[in-house]
């Protein structure tokens, strides 16, 4: 039997400074975890306490685990899914750049038994998919496609972040990477709902679509940042030139708590490693 239909749910575990690229020049591990200010180890337990008895997948940043090494213990112990996300958040779509930011946080990876990949921005191509298996990963969700897409590309899984085709369904052998958030997917009639962007600009609507989606027997993919969970001190202070020279960041500083709360009280919720075992019978 096919596995029962829940929101597969992430959350994307990044500093609050990833939101711009203003600090990228910020090479030193002290220099950017003193600009993090402890807010990544803040903020997990207040994220525990909104899942509650939930479980969801956590793609762990890799200097958040090199600034605080009981990051992903933490994560691991409350029995969440820990994935990787990146090791520093940026573009990673040439392949030597993604191999230096594997090697970076490989130490942790394979201590935690790190099974599952999402590119950051969602940006990958398909070449860095054997890269990925030769690494030691099982699946990645590091592209955008409608729910109940699930591709094999060189060894690895993919499991998309969800869209909803209002013009048709793309042909599965029509997707491949990259597949990321841009006017040629809208164009195309691909409305990326499982973007954190899009849950902050019409959170009730994406919650309609994720009971229709469910109702249809479809296990959609969305994502959640941390500082949309809970509020780093002065975001908005510090993020000030940052919004007003990009208004399109506006729907990241939602606050998404609400929307959380309301999604694990009412509707079948897990970790994409999971679901992804039971679809494989693992």
């Known amino acids: 039997m096919p596995p029962s239909p829940r929101v597969l749910l992430s ?19 002290e220099q950017r975890r003193d600009l993090d200010g402890g807010f990544s180890l803040r903020a997990l337990h207040p994220i525990f306490d909104l899942l509650g008895n939930t479980k969801s997948s956590f793609y762990l940043v890799g200097e958040i685990a090199e600034w605080y090494p009981q990051v992903p213990k933490m994560i691991k112990d ?10 520093h958040h940026r573009s990673l779509m040439k392949t030597v750049e993604l191999q230096q930011d594997l090697a970076a946080s490989a130490s942790w990876v394979k201590q935690y038994g790190v099974r599952g990949y999402r590119a950051p921005m969602i940006g990958i191509d398909d070449e860095s998919y054997a890269l990925l298996a030769q690494n030691g990963f099982a ?27 209002l013009f048709g369904h793309p042909k599965k052998e029509n997707i491949s990477a990259p597949r990321n ?13 499982g973007s ?87």
């Open 11 to 29: 959350i994307d575990y990044e500093p609050w400074f990833a939101l711009t690229r203003r600090h990228d020049h910020l090479s030193g591990v």
């Open 78 to 87: 409350t029995g969440h899914e820990l994935g990787f996300h990146c090791h």
């Open 139 to 165: 699946y990645s969700s590091s592209i955008y496609a409608p729910a109940g897409t699930l591709v094999k590309k060189n060894d690895i899984w993919e499991l998309p972040v969800s869209t909803l085709p």
């Open 181 to 193: 958030f841009s006017l040629g997917l809208l164009a195309a009639g691909e409305v990326p709902y």
């Open 196 to 282: 954190s962007f899009v849950i902050g600009l019409m959170p009730n609507i994406t919650m309609h679509i994720l009971e229709r989606q469910l109702r249809a027997g479809l296990s959609p993919v969305i994502f959640l940042h941390p500082y949309e969970l809970f509020r780093p001190d002065d975001f908005f202070r510090k993020m000030r030139q940052d919004v007003i020279a990009y208004p399109l960041l506006l729907p990241f500083f939602a606050d998404k708590s609400n929307f959380l709360t309301t999604l694990v009280k009412n509707l079948p919720v897990s970790p994409l490693g999971t679901y992804l075992d039971e679809v494989l019978n693992v």
